[in-house]
Every structure is written in C-alpha cells, then in structure tokens.
C-alpha cells in the first residue's frame, strides 16, 4: 500500500452529543452524518484533556498531558517530543495547516512544528494562502508584504496576552470583548478557510502532486461567542428573531467573555439554557454546511481510497451542565466524550461503528503506522509504539489499552486567576483548583467511567444508562469503584510523574499570596 494522504480536522469544542450520528435528535449534522455513515466512528472518543492546548498537544505527539507538560498557555512543547508534521516531513510528505484557532496558531507553543506551510485565520493580521485573496497581482503581493510587516509586530503583542495574566483579564472586560472577538478574530474565519483548502486540494489535484499530503484543519465554529447566520438560527430557533430577550441574553453572554469559563453562581434561567443551547446548534449547523464542500471534494479526489481523513473534536463544550459553563475545570462527558471519525477506504472499506473507549491522543499513532515506510533516521520503538496504539487494532477487535481511556483535567490558571479576582468564593465551592482525572473503561458491554476528584475516587457513572451524569453510584458500587480506581492509578503511574507541576517556569504566582497559598495547601507546588 501507498503512502496515504492524511486530511486531519479538529472541529473545536465540539460535543459528540450533538451530531446525528452519535444519535442528536435535531438534524443538524447532515454532511458529517453522511460522512460517518461510510467510515469508521468510535462511539465513545474520549480526549485527553478538557481545553484546546494539552488536547492539541496530545492528538500531535501522541502523549497524556502529564507526560508532554503542556499544562498550560505559557508552555511550550519539548523538542524531545516529535510532532506529528515532523515526522510526516520526515517521511516525504507535504505538511500544511489551515488554523482558525489562536491559541494553536499564534501562541509560541511549538504546535506548529513541522509545517512546511501554515495558514493563520485567527488573530489580528491573518496569514492566508495567496488564492484566499481577492486582489489582482501586483496588489496581493504588496499586501502581503505588508500584512508579513504588521503580523512581526502583531504576534508578540498577541503571546503577551496569551501569557500574561493582568492582560487576559483586562481582555475579559466586557468593553473589549466585542473588539478581540471580532476584529481580531478570535474565532478566525472558518468558512473562509474551508473554501481555501477545498481551492488547495482540487489545485494539487489539477497539478498532479505525487508526494504524499498531511493537511491538518482546525474549525472554531462551536465556540462562544456564538453568532451563526440567520437561516440556521431560523432553522434551529425560530422563536429566536421575534423574542427580544432572547436576543438580549445572547448579546450579553457574546460580549461577557469572563462568563464563557466561569462555574455559575446561579443556574440558568429556562430561557437562558435554551437560547445558548439552540445558538450552539446552530453553529453547528452552520459549520456542518460549509463542510459538506470539503467533504465532497474529499470524496471526489483521485486518490479517495487512499485518502486518510480523520474528523475529531479537541474538546466538547459545557453549556450550563452540571453547573459549568465553557471547558475549564471538570470531566464530565460534555467535555471530554468527542466525535471521532476515520475515513480511509482503502484499509477500512466497511463502515463500522467502535464501542470500545479510546483516547483521541491515538490519532496520533494511527496516522504513524498508516505511513508504512520510515527513513532510517526514525527512531524505531517509536515506531513500534505507534503500530502497537494504533486505532487499527481497535477497529480490528484487539484493543492494545483494554478498552480504557483516560482523561487528565489540568485547569487552566490564567482563569483561575480570573475567578480568583472576580468571584473567589467559587473556587472552593466548585474546586476550580482541584486536579481531576477520570477513566472510560468497558468490559462486558458495560461502560462505566470514574472521575477522581484531588486523586481520590470522587464519582462513578453507567455510561449506557446514565450518559448525562446526573447519578453517582459510587456508593453503591464500592467493589467496581476501587477495580477503576487501582486501573486508573496504573495508567497514570505509566504516563506521568509522581508530583505533577502544574504551572510552568513562564507562569508567575508571586504576585498573588492568596492563590499561591491555595495551589500549596492544594498540593500543586511545594
């Protein structure tokens, strides 16, 4: 077999909950249902962190949190850590990416290693192909060259927010919200950038490119704020343009971007919850239709067969569940149950559908072992230990984690020092601080998932029975509750250091005695 092509798409915080096709009564989803029904989708997907930097991190280097460290916005990850673009250029592949979300394009994190080309939709000065402007020669490339000017200048301004704490609360200022959210474009230009890499691809195909592609696409869509177009919200709400309180809530939760994290004092209003939850279908919606382009396109390729394409979610999204708004602080299946579809009919030419748990870091793995041949210069257990954590042998019947997944929640601490100069009191009352972790396991048919709370087993859900977690039956089943816990103990004694350090070298609490106080009384730092 040939080397494949690899398409990767991460749709950001998108819940599984929500798509057709892993059983969302709205039909919001058409072209990714469509698409699920003709490859492979893993029923219970589960990523390795709640928010976009570690998951990105694990999803591109193959590795938990804990052991790639990058815990945190000011972290950046080790070169002792191979990047899935580097090893695909390593083995003679075109490596491109197609970002709309800052926090991996801009921040100097070391997530875009290895791309030979990387276009940026996020942030204040977009970096975009050349075929994604509108202006004739020799305009667009003056522009460019100007924009080239504007982004050395711009980028630095942009990692400073990203880094330092007094400035990203400043930016949580509902005066400044609308200006970031919109003019910089915190949520990038997401169709924009679909219609740009279907230009790309029928452009390669037009030229016959032989060497192998690894394009990898990040969507931000089902992100706050939520602005979809009218016709899916007409679509999805139609009560939405006639009430004008509706209209109120959703202008305030847009430009309150403080709340979009934050646990809530008070639940939701029946109005509230309706209006956010709708909105968030709607951009689904609306994100589904753009991509049923890209998905065509794909389908019509040349090379189809051998045309790899993997659609996967960073995280999921909490949208007033459990008391939780955004995905911050906890583990819970909103968060941390994905969509995750391989399409790739020249090895899996039977759709089928995994029940099996898996963590979504194996992307990286399966993409691994689909190259086949690797230069010398590749080390080989690495090889072997991507053959060996592919999802292959998954869909195959031979689950090389025994039908387990874990889940490491890693709060990030530029909102907890938010909360902490806003709200302190929800701190303890939601234990913001408190690192958790939690373990998906199946065994007889059964799937049950144990969240420990501060390292102690805290609840205990039936998956099948209970899929919005509203039962903990720890209590009732004292038996299973240790078997989960003794199992997740040892896969976080193979993954990770004894003493986790949360927060990085970069990362300053000497200004704050009080949150240094707790995150030591916590047993973060010593």
Known sequence: MTQPDIIFIVLDTQRADRLGAYGYDKAVSPNLDHFASRGILFEQAVAPAQWTVPSHASMFSGLYPSAHQVLQSAQRLSPNHPHIAELLSLAGYETVGFCNNPLVGILDNGLKRGFQQFYNYGGAVPSLPS????LPWPLNYLAEQYTQGLRRISYPVQNFFGRSDLAFQISLNSWLTPLWSKMANFKGQNERSVHDVVHFLRHREQNK?????????????THLPFWPPGKFVDEVAPYFRDNREARTIMRTW????????APLAEPLSELEHNVLNDMYDAEVAYQDDYLGELLDTIQKRTNQKDTMTVIVADHGDGLGDHGYMGHAFVAYEELVHVPLIIDWPAAWSNPTRVSAPVSTRRVFHTMMDAVGAWP?????????????LSLRNTVEGRDPENNTALSEIFPP?????AIESRQPELLDEFRCLDERSAIVSQDNNSTYKLIQLDSKPHELFDLPVDSLELNNIIDQEPVLSE??????NLMED??????????GEDIDLEGDAHLLQRLKGLGYLD
């Open 413 to 417: 601490l530029n909102f907890v020092k």
């Open 376 to 388: 010398q210069e590749i080390d080989r257990s690495a090889i072997s230990e991507a053959n060996r």
């Open 494 to 503: 193979e993954v990770r250091k004894k003493q986790v350090r949360l927060a």
């Open 483 to 488: 078997v989960l816990d003794q199992q997740l």
């Open 254 to 261: 847009n430009k309150e971007a403080y709340r979009w994290a």
């Open 209 to 221: 490119v032989e060497r192998p592609l690894f394009l990898f696409l990040n969507l931000m869509e």
């Open 131 to 134: 075929s994604s402007s509108k």
